[in-house]
């Protein structure tokens, strides 16, 4: 059975049983700073399994994209050595929402496992918790296995968490025995064994979703038990196929096929080059995957995670004699074999194979860099390459540690593998505090404690059309800052999409509050900010006026609204693989991130300018409904890659121009924008560019303020505001006309040259050597050689010593030989040494020109003297003009 049909009917069977089929979610998790990827099914519901989101439905099912490469679920050092590890992989997961639990879970995997996939039930093994008899009760007297394959284990191998924190539950998974003969196992001990040995497999884990783990590690009972399976689509495939790894299933052998054709040996699976083969073939999967849904090779976070699965790549290419870019050729494969089930693969092509090519030629690059690094501390390190250097080649060259302990065999010399792990640890330590201390600042708000109740109710926002509301406090709180209220009707825009929260008063009976900042909460939207007057905690009862600052929230809407004309724009004069990567929608401008591989040209950025102008001008409305998901991207609305869509969705349209959904706030019409004017281009990141803009009143103040600059600057130039350039132009011709007549004027030495010894030295046995000893001001030491290139074109046989001095009090000493002084064995690079040293310093040099630097400028007359000695002293060896 094929992996796409194994997958099909997995989803038929759960939608048969009245379960909603929801598509995968992105592996960026939305609004989750706990984890860096989605590594389980369960991730898109986890707010629903917390009781804080309406999903609008009791069973799910889905084929999930995940990745387990970071943080606390990390395989990526197992991947390519065993038969069943991989950075990114398909998870297949059915989920109760407080509908069925234990009994219908285990009933609904055994029969689809069965009676579906046909696996044989004698070769089928349960485990459970070792405190849940119901589950254990089920297996032996309702499904009917028997005793000796159902097995309780402990925390370690039958509780399920997701992270640190968050739902969590006992769990009871079905393992399949895929030995020839499958004789009973006679205890605990040999199931395990088996398990570890791979002989008997894990298929699918059913997570009985109870509890809610806490910062402290206190277990709380969830507002109702629900259920979340996940069977690993690649393994169900292994054993539905009868192979023997993951790898050998027609999910990966056209990628194997690929990197062998690009290698040029045929894959061995039990050479060590054959672990080089896999590795490719997985990463190859989760840079696609990873590309596609907008994570981005960078130096933290998600982005730090995609770059080291692609350096691994490019070294497992490395060590099977590739020294160009591979994984971007079987990263090609994957699009074209996985495009139906995942569309964004084909319609995000481009961008995908031009970033991992790019990712691979620049590590590919840096290994030559960190090659040279290796070869010093092999040198120097006295045999062993410390823990903190091989930590630095690493997080600096993106050498994994496997790679320098290989290096380090070949040099026969050790690795402190204890301290590289040490290091290792405390950037990950560091790393956790960031995202902990990042969730903090941003929110501090992901707790629901300490709120205290005024009214019963749920809070609706209505800042899409009113910016002052009557109404009243649900709950308070006490903050540092001042008091945090949540409002019964709130017309406060929280930061999402880019767009920055609204800022505003909440008014009451002779106290106010000045909102500095919104934040999302378990409870809902809060608004915090400092109290003028007494705000009254033991009121019953707290009725209040909400006020947003009208025209913050203007100038804000304008840039949003600009923002999507920007997209359209870019997308239609750059082509489709742009598309966002970030973006910030502010008062006073807007920010947008995209992909793309090189800067924009004038032309291009004048282009996108007036694309933008031409909307605003011609006043578009701007139409924003309601609409279900499916249908608004059929007909073509743009959906953000790593965004969070709902079945229901807002779609902002400017009919023609661009389609987005969005929930953010913006203008009626485009002529409310009133002027677009892009201020900088630049590049972020490897294929991702940045342009920053104004609209309003901001491109108003703008144009203001360089029309004041240039009146400032016709007036210094004493000219019209017209005629700036030409002005400039002409003095710019002024100046480069007065530097040649003092080029010249150096040229015949009218410039400060100061001779201070001059002496013609015979040669024993015949001929001369003219010596000068010169002093000289020059601009820098540009003209210092200038000086020197003239000397020798001059045709002047003769040896020169020049001391230089330059503005900013800086010094340097030069000598020159004539190429007969040369032939003759007196060279400038001799004359130099003996006489830097009188200045105090050391210099060398080529045998026509020679430099040093001046410690001692007090002896600088006296070098110049004692260069003639010392030219005299080097012609008692010289060859006579007689030879």
Not at 478 to 483: F, H, L, N, R, T
Not at 752 to 764: K, L, M, S, Y
Request: proline share 3%; aromatic share 8%.
């Amino acid at each position: 059975m094929k992996t796409a049909e194994i997958r099909n009917r997995f989803l038929s069977f759960f939608e048969e049983r009245e379960h909603t089929v929801k598509p995968s979610s992105s592996l960026v998790p939305a609004d989750d700073p706990t984890l860096l990827f989605t590594n389980a099914g369960m991730v898109q519901f986890k707010n629903v399994f917390l009781g804080h989101e309406e999903l609008g439905v009791k069973r799910a099912a889905t084929s999930q994209k995940c990745v387990r490469a970071g943080g606390k679920h990390n395989d990526l050092e197992e991947v390519g050595r065993t038969n069943r590890h991989h950075t990114f992989f398909e998870m297949l997961g059915n989920f109760s929402f407080g509908d069925y639990f234990k009994r219908d879970a285990i009933r609904y995997a055994f029969e689809l496992l069965t009676d579906v996939y046909g696996l044989e039930p004698e070769r089928l093994y349960a485990t459970v918790h070792d405190s849940d008899d119901e589950a254990a009760d089920l297996w032996l007297n309702e499904i009917g296995l028997p005793a000796d394959r159902v097995y309780r284990l402990g925390d370690k191998d039958n509780f399920w968490q997701m992270a640190d924190t968050g739902p969590c539950g006992p769990c009871s998974e079905l393992h399949y025995d895929l030995r020839d003969e499958p004789v009973p196992v006679s205890s605990t001990d040999e199931f395990v064994e088996l398990n570890d040995a791979g002989t008997i497999v894990e298929l699918w884990n059913l997570v009985f979703m109870q509890f809610d783990r806490d910062a402290e590690g206190n277990l709380h009972s969830l507002p109702a038990p629900c259920v979340d399976t996940g069977a690993g689509l690649e393994r169900i495939a292994a054993v539905l196929q009868g192979a023997d790894s993951n790898y050998h299933t027609d999910a990966f052998i056209p990628l194997l096929d690929c990197v062998a054709e690009l290698v040029g040996e045929a894959y061995d699976p039990t050479s060590e080059a054959g672990v080089s083969y896999r590795v490719l073939a997985d990463h190859a999967r989760a840079v696609a995957f990873l590309l596609s849904d907008g994570v981005h090779p960078s130096n933290e976070g998600r982005g730090y995670v995609l770059r080291r699965i692609l350096r691994r790549g490019v070294r497992h290419a490395w060590l099977l004699g590739r020294r160009e870019p591979t994984l971007a050729g079987v990263v090609e494969t994957v699009i074209e074999t996985m495009r139906d089930a995942y569309p964004s693969l084909a319609e995000r092509r481009e961008h995908i194979l031009e970033t991992a090519r790019a990712e691979e030629e620049r590590f590919l690059s840096t290994i030559e860099g960190g090659l040279a690094r290796f070869d010093e501390l092999a040198a120097s390190e006295g045999g062993v390459i410390s823990g903190d250097e091989a930590f630095k080649l690493y997080d600096t060259f993106g050498f994994p540690l496997d790679l320098t302990q290989l290096l380090a065999e070949e040099r026969e010399v050790d690795v402190d593998v204890a301290g590289f792990q040490a290091a290792l640890e405390t950037q990950r330590a560091r790393s956790r505090a960031d995202r902990v201390a990042s969730n903090i600042e941003i929110g501090g708000l992901n707790d629901s404690e300490g709120w205290i109740p005024v009214k019963d109710g749920s809070q609706t926002f209505v800042g899409y059309t009113s910016l002052e509301v009557e109404t009243t406090v649900l709950k308070w709180k006490k903050m540092e800052c001042g008091v945090g209220v949540v409002l019964e009707e709130n017309p406060f825009y929280v930061e999402s999409g880019g767009q920055v929260s609204d800022t505003g008063v909440v008014c009451g009976n002779n106290w106010s509050i000045t909102v500095d900042r919104v934040g999302k909460t378990p409870i809902g939207t809060a608004l915090f900010g400092q109290v003028d007057g007494i705000f009254p905690e033991e009121a019953d009862d707290l009725p209040v006026t909400a006020f947003v600052a009208t025209d913050v929230r203007f100038d804000t809407t304008r840039n949003h609204t600009a923002t999507h004309l920007l997209h359209a724009a870019l997308r239609s004069l750059l082509g489709g693989h742009v598309v966002q990567k970030g973006s910030l929608v502010a008062p006073d401008r807007l920010r947008f991130d995209f992909a793309h591989t090189a800067p924009m040209t004038e032309i291009e950025k004048e282009k996108v300018e007036r694309f933008v102008n031409e909307a605003v001008w011609k006043n578009h409305p701007v139409e924003i409904a309601e609409r279900r998901y499916d249908d608004a991207v059929k007909d073509g609305a743009m959906a953000l890659f790593g965004e969070k869509y709902a079945d229901e969705v807002r779609v902002v349209d400017v009919p023609g121009i661009s389609m987005e959904l969005c929930g953010g706030a913006h203008v009626s019409q485009t002529g409310d924008i009133g002027l677009f004017r892009i201020i900088s281009e630049s590049g972020v990141a490897s294929g991702v560019r940045r342009i920053e803009a104004l609209t309003g009143r901001g491109a108003f103040s703008y144009f203001q303020e360089r029309e004041a600059a240039l009146e400032e600057t016709a007036s210094v130039l004493k000219t019209r505001p017209d005629n700036v350039v030409n002005r400039v132009e002409q003095l710019l011709a002024d100046k480069a006309a007065v530097e040649g007549l003092l080029d010249e004027a150096r040229a015949r030495g009218s410039s400060g040259e100061d001779i201070i010894a001059e002496e013609v030295i015979e040669i024993p046995g015949g001929g001369n050597v003219v010596y000068r000893g010169i002093r000289l001001r020059v601009r820098d030491l540009d003209d210092a050689r200038k000086w020197g290139d003239k000397f020798l074109a001059g045709g002047e046989s003769g040896i020169a010593a020049l001391a230089v001095e330059m503005p900013g009090d800086k010094r340097a000493i030069f000598t020159f030989a004539s190429d007969d002084m040369i032939s003759r064995g007196i060279r400038a690079d001799a004359v130099i040494r003996e006489v830097a040293s009188v200045v105090g310093s050391r210099g060398g040099g080529r045998p026509h020109m020679a430099q040093a630097g001046i410690e001692d400028a007090s002896k600088i007359d006296e070098a110049l003297i004692a260069g003639a000695d010392i030219v005299r002293d080097l012609c008692s060896g010289a060859k006579s003009d007689r030879g």
